[in-house]
C-alpha cells in the first residue's frame, strides 16, 4: 500500500521510536520525584524535548505546556483563556475551516454566553483580514486561526493576524498542528500568543502534543492535580511521548533546514509531479484549495463524474488517501471545510484529500499517479454522465 493520507496521522520516524525506548524501561523515572538519580534523568528529558519543541516553533522552552495532543491544547487554550477572564461580556473570533477540536469548544463557550464569530474563507480558504479586523470589537478577547488546513492545505496569514491581534490587545490562539515541522513557523515574530501542536503529525507518537503559552498570559487548567507543567496540566508527565515529541521536533527542523535531505526530492517536488501526471492524463479534474499559499505535501481534488468513495473502493487499498477530514469521512457528513469554499455539492462529493509525507519516493507517486488515473478512468467509462 501507498501512504498518502499523511494529514490524517504520520508513521513515526524510527529515530524518534529509537529515541523514546530507553524511558519506557530501564529509564523508567517520575520527573517529579527529586530524591534519586531516576527522577533527575526523566527531568533533564523532558526538559530537553521541551527545548526541542521550542526550537521548532521560534519561542521560550518555559512557554511549552505538554499536552495529549492538539485536541487538548485547542481546549486548554480556547477555555483556558476564557475561563480566566472573568465575567464577560466576552467575544472569541474563528474561522469555518478550523479543526473540530476548535469548533466544538467555541460552540460550548457559545453555549455558556460567549458570543462567536465565526470568519468565511475565500474559495481558496483564506480569510481576509480585513474582515477579521472588522470584526474585532471592545469586548474581543481571543482570535483563533490556524495556520495550515488539514484539508486542503491553506496557509493562513499569521504574521498578518498576529500584528492586528496586538494592534487591537486582543489574544491570538493557532492551531499549528498541520503546519509544525512542513513550513517555517517563527512564533514569536508572528505574534501569536498561544499554539497548538500535535506529535502524531510530524513523525512523533500519538497521544503527544504541546501548546504555546506566551509568557506573561494567563489561563484556567483543565486538569487539576499534582501541578505539573506549571499547574496547567497536571499528571505524571508522559516521558517516552514527551521524549519522542521532542526528537520528532528536531527531525522536522533539521528537514525544514535541509540538513537532512541527503538526495532525497523535496515534498513539495513530489507534490508536483502527482498533480502533473493527473492533469497530464485526466480531463476535468479541479484542485481544492489556494494554488500557491498551501502546505507542501497537500492535494485536494476533485474529479468530475466521480464520487470520493467510489474511488476509493475502486483503488482496493492499494493507495491510502480519504475523503474530507479522517473525522468527517466517518460521520458520513460531507466536510465542513469544502462547504465553506462555497464549493458545488457535486465537486464536495468528488474530493478526495491527498497527503504526501517524508517517506514517499518518486516511484511510489508515480505508481499512486497510475493507479489513480486508471481507476478514475474506469469509473468514468462505468457512468452514464462521462462523454
Ligand atoms: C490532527 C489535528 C488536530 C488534532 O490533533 P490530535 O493530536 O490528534 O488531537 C487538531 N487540529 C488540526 C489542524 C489537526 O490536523
Same mark, same amino acid.
Given at each position: 500500500?501507498?501512504?498518502?493520507?499523511?494529514? +490524517?496521522?504520520?508513521?513515526?520516524d524510527?529515530?524518534?521510536?529509537a529515541?523514546?525506548?530507553?524511558?519506557?524501561?530501564q529509564?523508567?523515572?517520575?520527573?517529579?520525584?527529586?530524591?534519586?538519580?531516576?527522577?533527575?534523568e526523566a527531568?533533564?528529558?523532558?526538559?530537553?524535548?521541551?527545548?526541542q519543541?521550542?526550537?521548532?516553533?521560534?519561542v521560550r522552552?518555559?512557554? /511549552?505546556?505538554?499536552? &495529549?495532543?492538539?485536541t487538548e491544547s485547542?481546549?486548554?487554550a480556547l477555555r483556558g483563556?476564557?475561563? +480566566?477572564s472573568?465575567?464577560g461580556?466576552?467575544?472569541? /473570533?474563528?474561522?469555518a475551516?478550523e479543526?473540530?477540536? =476548535?469548533?466544538?469548544?467555541?460552540?460550548?463557550?457559545?453555549?455558556? !454566553?460567549?458570543r462567536?464569530?465565526?470568519?468565511?474563507?475565500?474559495p481558496q480558504g483564506?480569510?481576509?483580514?480585513s474582515?477579521?479586523?472588522?470584526?474585532?470589537?471592545?469586548?474581543?478577547?481571543?482570535v483563533?486561526?490556524?495556520?495550515?488546513?488539514?484539508e486542503?492545505?491553506?496557509l493562513?496569514?499569521l504574521?498578518t493576524?498576529?500584528r492586528l491581534c496586538?494592534?487591537r490587545?486582543?489574544l491570538?490562539?493557532s492551531?499549528?498542528?498541520?503546519?509544525?515541522?512542513?513550513?517555517?513557523?517563527?512564533?514569536q515574530a508572528a505574534?501569536?500568543?498561544?499554539a497548538?501542536?500535535?506529535?502524531?503529525?510530524l513523525y512523533?507518537?500519538?497521544?503527544?502534543?504541546?501548546l504555546?503559552?506566551?509568557?506573561g498570559v494567563?489561563l484556567?487548567p483543565l486538569v487539576?492535580? !499534582?501541578?505539573?507543567e506549571n499547574?496547567l496540566?497536571?499528571?505524571?508527565?508522559? =516521558?517516552?511521548?514527551?521524549?519522542?515529541?521532542?526528537?520528532?521536533?528536531e527531525?522536522?527542523?533539521?528537514e525544514l533546514?535541509g540538513?537532512?535531505?541527503?538526495?532525497?526530492?523535496?515534498?513539495?517536488?513530489?507534490?508536483?509531479r502527482?498533480?502533473?501526471r493527473?492533469?497530464?492524463r485526466?480531463?476535468?479534474?479541479?484542485?481544492?484549495?489556494?494554488?500557491?499559499?498551501?502546505?507542501?505535501?497537500?492535494l485536494? =481534488?476533485?474529479?468530475?463524474?466521480?464520487?470520493?468513495?467510489?474511488?476509493?473502493?475502486?483503488?482496493? !487499498?492499494? =493507495?491510502a488517501i480519504s475523503t474530507?477530514s479522517?473525522?468527517? &469521512?466517518?460521520?458520513g457528513?460531507?466536510s465542513?471545510?469544502?462547504?465553506?469554499l462555497?464549493l &458545488? &455539492?457535486?465537486?464536495?462529493?468528488?474530493?478526495?484529500r491527498?497527503?504526501l509525507?517524508?517517506f514517499?519516493?518518486?516511484?511510489e507517486?508515480?505508481?499512486?499517479?497510475t493507479?489513480?488515473?486508471?481507476a478514475v478512468?474506469h469509473?468514468?467509462?462505468?457512468s452514464?454522465?462521462?462523454?
Amino acid at each position: 500500500m501507498i501512504y498518502l493520507d499523511n494529514h +490524517a496521522t504520520t508513521p513515526m520516524d524510527p529515530r524518534v521510536l529509537a529515541e523514546m525506548l530507553p524511558w519506557f524501561s530501564q529509564r523508567f523515572g517520575n520527573p517529579s520525584s527529586r530524591g534519586h538519580a531516576l527522577g533527575w534523568e526523566a527531568e533533564e528529558a523532558v526538559e530537553n524535548a521541551r527545548a526541542q519543541v521550542a526550537a521548532l516553533l521560534s519561542v521560550r522552552p518555559d512557554e /511549552i505546556v505538554f499536552t &495529549s495532543g492538539a485536541t487538548e491544547s485547542n481546549n486548554l487554550a480556547l477555555r483556558g483563556i476564557l475561563e +480566566a477572564s472573568g465575567p464577560g461580556p466576552h467575544h472569541v /473570533i474563528t474561522a469555518a475551516t478550523e479543526h473540530e477540536a =476548535v469548533l466544538a469548544p467555541c460552540r460550548k463557550l457559545s453555549e455558556r !454566553g460567549i458570543r462567536v464569530t465565526v470568519l468565511p474563507v475565500s474559495p481558496q480558504g483564506g480569510i481576509d483580514v480585513s474582515e477579521l479586523a472588522s470584526a474585532i470589537t471592545p469586548t474581543t478577547r481571543l482570535v483563533s486561526i490556524m495556520a495550515a488546513n488539514n484539508e486542503i492545505g491553506t496557509l493562513q496569514p499569521l504574521d498578518t493576524i498576529g500584528r492586528l491581534c496586538r494592534e487591537r490587545n486582543v489574544l491570538f490562539h493557532s492551531d499549528v498542528a498541520q503546519a509544525a515541522g512542513k513550513v517555517p513557523l517563527d512564533l514569536q515574530a508572528a505574534g501569536t500568543d498561544l499554539a497548538s501542536v500535535s506529535g502524531h503529525k510530524l513523525y512523533g507518537p500519538k497521544g503527544t502534543g504541546a501548546l504555546f503559552v506566551r509568557s506573561g498570559v494567563t489561563l484556567e487548567p483543565l486538569v487539576e492535580g !499534582g501541578g505539573q507543567e506549571n499547574g496547567l496540566r497536571s499528571g505524571t508527565l508522559n =516521558v517516552p511521548g514527551i521524549v519522542g515529541l521532542g526528537k520528532a521536533c528536531e527531525l522536522a527542523m533539521l528537514e525544514l533546514q535541509g540538513a537532512a535531505a541527503n538526495g532525497t526530492v523535496p515534498l513539495r517536488d513530489l507534490r508536483d509531479r502527482l498533480w502533473e501526471r493527473l492533469t497530464a492524463r485526466l480531463p476535468r479534474i479541479h484542485l481544492n484549495g489556494a494554488a500557491d499559499g498551501r502546505l507542501p505535501g497537500n492535494l485536494n =481534488v476533485s474529479f468530475d463524474c466521480i464520487k470520493a468513495e467510489s474511488l476509493l473502493m475502486a483503488l482496493d !487499498g492499494k =493507495v491510502a488517501i480519504s475523503t474530507g477530514s479522517a473525522c468527517a &469521512s466517518t460521520g458520513g457528513k460531507p466536510s465542513h471545510v469544502l462547504a465553506a469554499l462555497g464549493l &458545488s &455539492s457535486e465537486r464536495i462529493d468528488g474530493a478526495v484529500r491527498i497527503g504526501l509525507g517524508r517517506f514517499n519516493t518518486p516511484e511510489e507517486i508515480d505508481r499512486a499517479a497510475t493507479l489513480l488515473c486508471e481507476a478514475v478512468e474506469h469509473l468514468r467509462s462505468l457512468s452514464p454522465n462521462w462523454e
